[in-house]
C-alpha cells in the first residue's frame, strides 16, 4: 500500500501557507503537487518556497504563483512547505 498523508494551513493575514507531507507506507512515493496560489484566494504574482524536514530548512526557492513539481516521498518521512507571497 502506499499513501502519502497531506494537510495544509493557510494564515493570508501573516501571507503564510503550510503544506505538510507523510508518507506512511514502506515504500517511496511519486507524485505530482499542483499549487496554485489563486485557488487559496492568495493574489501573488510569485511565491517564495521553503522545504522543511527534520534536518531544518531548506534554501528559499521563488516559484510562479502557479506551478507543479514531481516529488519523491521517502518512506515513513514526514516534511512541510513553508509558501509566503
Do not use: C
Not at 508518507?23 to 517564495?48: E, L
Amino acid at each position: 500500500m502506499s499513501a502519502v498523508l497531506t494537510g495544509a494551513w493557510a494564515l493570508p493575514g501573516e501571507r503564510r501557507m503550510i503544506m505538510v507531507f507523510g508518507n506512511i507506507s514502506d515504500q517511496p512515493v511519486t507524485a505530482t503537487v499542483h499549487f496554485d496560489a489563486a485557488a487559496y484566494g492568495f493574489k501573488a504574482d510569485s511565491v517564495r518556497v521553503v522545504t522543511v524536514t527534520h534536518n531544518g530548512a531548506s534554501e528559499p526557492m521563488q516559484e510562479s504563483a502557479a506551478f507543479e513539481q514531481s516529488l519523491t516521498f521517502a518512506p515513513h518521512n514526514p516534511w512541510a512547505r513553508e509558501i509566503t507571497w
